[in-house]
């Protein structure tokens, strides 16, 4: 019997994805890289995604199933972290699909360049339209320090915090101690400190990943615990950046996304507001945003031990009852 461990563990969370589940577990059973693991974490799903998980991991020794309780995306991929085994962690997220050659090229690109990350572009798949089309910004093909990438990934512009683009060291979880946080935008929150650990980032612009967008998706549906959670995963990169003592080097590109953020977290509460129908405490929402944002921006901040606190959270519909900056 061959206990050899596999190159690459590729995690796969699934809650209630029957309508899409088998396209993806396909792709990963198609992978022309055959020297993985595919660690299934059922995480308590109520449809026929149990059914369809089985019927793969019986033909497919590479496939296993860790059934648990419904426990969210971070709580369920930190599972497959402990579980895996291979040099490398991959995610997938499994409403999604992957080229043929995705574990192929980002390993390749990894072992060549012995980097601790390797990442990749992807295609923004319509799901309502069909319409499949290029992410058009994206870093060019290279190498690059830890410094230079950790500032184009806090940018997010060139690239993008999406834990489901990328090839991971395991070893940067696991002797780092670093699990995604319960919270929405867990990739924001966690991708910098995997950056930051990392000897060296390769990445290859070709798209390599089919990121399926649809009208129920994180970022289509947005609610104010997503607002509040998008704002503190800010606040959670300010606090590790301050952690290890590195602020500094990275405040313009932090101011400067910042003011994208602003902008993004100001419409996400207008178009909730008129969602409600209730404008409403829509100028006291904006308010509290901005004063939770400049908390975090202040240079007088200081870290404290674990997950900051948001200073003020967004509430829709408004509540009078809820604290207001004095700022």
Not at 239 to 260: A, C, G, H, Q, V
Not at 288 to 313: D, E, M, Q, V, W
């Amino acid at each position: 019997m061959n206990n050899k461990a596999p190159k690459i563990s590729l995690i796969i969370p699934v809650y209630n994805t029957e309508k899409f589940l088998a396209e993806a577990l396909k792709s990963v059973e198609n992978q022309t890289f055959k020297d993985f693991e595919a660690i299934i974490i059922n995480d308590g799903s109520t449809d026929n995604s149990g059914k369809i998980i089985d019927s793969f991991v019986a033909k497919n020794k590479s496939f296993r199933v860790i059934n648990q309780d419904n426990k969210g995306l971070s709580a369920a991929r930190n599972a497959g972290i402990t579980a895996a085994t291979g040099r490398y962690i991959a995610f997938f997220d499994s409403d999604d699909y992957l080229s043929p050659d995705f574990l192929k090229e980002l390993y390749k690109l990894a072992s060549e360049n012995q980097a601790d990350i390797a990442y990749c572009n992807f295609y923004i798949y319509k799901n309502k339209s069909g319409f499949t089309s290029y992410m058009p910004f994206t870093a060019k093909s290279g190498v690059y320090s830890r410094k230079k990438a950790l500032n184009k990934l806090i940018l997010d512009i060139t690239m993008h915090h999406f834990a489901w683009n990328k090839l991971f060291s395991r070893s940067l979880f696991t002797e780092n101690r670093i699990e995604f946080p319960d919270m929405y935008y867990e990739d924001i929150a966690t991708c910098p400190r995997l950056f930051f650990c990392a000897n060296k980032i390769a990445v290859t612009s070709k798209a390599l990943y089919y990121y399926r967008r649809h009208n129920d998706s994180i970022i289509s549906l947005m609610t104010d615990k997503k607002i509040n959670d998008l704002i503190l995963s800010f606040g959670i990169n300010r606090n590790f950046l301050e952690e290890k003592n590195i602020y500094k080097k990275y405040k313009l590109t932090f101011k400067t996304y910042s003011l994208r953020l602003k902008i993004q977290v100001f419409y996400c509460i207008l178009k909730e507001h008129i969602i409600h129908s209730k404008l409403k405490g829509f100028w006291v929402n904006l308010k509290r945003a901005n004063a939770s944002i400049n908390t975090f921006l202040n240079s007088h901040y200081k870290p404290c031990c674990g997950l900051p606190i948001l200073p003020f959270y967004v509430k829709i519909p408004y509540e009078d009852s809820e604290n207001l900056p004095n700022t």
